[in-house]
């Protein structure tokens, strides 16, 4: 074994899958696409103004089924809620919000990855881990949702992965947790229950 095999073989390959996925996320969010669903991205800025100019409190006041004129109704869980509410903080002015809006699915993308070293985790062999990521980070139907479409559900799938991770080591405080912060973002969770309870039943 020469010098640079032994170099290689003193960095854990989850160093090389961390870099891997911060080096991607960087690369998305500097070539983001600004396309996304017609009716979610432009309510978006007029959810983080409501929250700005009455309170984050607030913002279950809005409006459940607007009509022409009215502020669109703030359905999603509290989670949801606060991480428009500071994405519009970093941003600044509901000017920029509303320029740099698409920008929000770099936040969304960092579930996606987190998801991803999950996954890589229920891999016996670390040596491996990299290389598999690839095929889900360069998987356009994995990422599309988030990317092209511009949805939050990677949010959930990645918090009820990472409940399985846990609860399979019967780790079920993290578990539950993890179950209980997806159901804050969106109650659809709830149809796992079942599932979670059979996984935690033997624990």
Same mark, same amino acid.
């Given at each position: 074994?020469?010098?640079? *095999?032994?170099?290689?073989?003193? @960095? ?5 899958? $961390?870099? $891997? =996925?911060?080096? !991607? ?10 396309? %996304?669903?017609? =009716?979610?991205?432009?309510? &978006?800025? /007029? &959810? ?7 309170? @984050? ?19 999603? %869980? ?8 500071? +994405? ?5 002015? @509901? ?6 809006? +698409?920008? !929000? ?6 579930? *996606?990855?987190? %998801? ?17 990521? $690839?095929?889900?980070? !360069?998987?356009?139907?994995? =990422?599309? *949702? ?8 990677? @949010?959930?799938?990645?918090?009820? /992965?990472?409940?399985?991770? +846990?609860?399979?080591? %019967?780790?079920?405080? =993290?578990?539950?947790?993890?179950? /209980? ?11 796992? !229950? ?5 996984? &935690?039943?033997?624990?």
């Amino acid at each position: 074994m020469n010098a640079s *095999d032994k170099l290689v073989s003193r @960095i854990n390959p989850d160093v090389h899958l $961390l870099v $891997l =996925l911060v080096l !991607f996320h960087v690369f998305v969010s500097i070539f983001m696409p600004r396309e %996304g669903h017609y =009716l979610d991205m432009p309510t &978006w800025p /007029l &959810w983080i103004d409501y929250m700005q100019k009455h309170g @984050i409190r607030h913002v279950y006041d809005m409006h459940t089924h607007p009509t022409p004129g009215e502020e669109p109704g703030f359905i999603y %869980g509290p989670v949801y809620m606060y991480l428009l509410y500071f +994405y519009g903080k970093w941003q600044g002015s @509901i000017e920029v919000i509303r320029q740099t809006i +698409y920008q !929000f699915k770099s936040v969304v993308l960092i579930f *996606d990855l987190v %998801g991803i070293w999950y996954a890589m985790r229920f891999l016996q062999h670390k040596d491996s881990r990299p290389f598999y990521a $690839l095929f889900l980070l !360069f998987n356009a139907g994995l =990422l599309y *949702d988030t990317l092209g479409w511009a949805q939050c559900d990677s @949010i959930i799938t990645t918090l009820m /992965l990472i409940g399985v991770y +846990y609860g399979l080591r %019967g780790q079920l405080a =993290l578990s539950g947790i993890c179950v /209980l912060v997806a159901m804050l973002v969106k109650p659809q969770p709830i149809i796992f !229950f079942p599932a979670f309870g059979l996984l &935690w039943l033997p624990f």
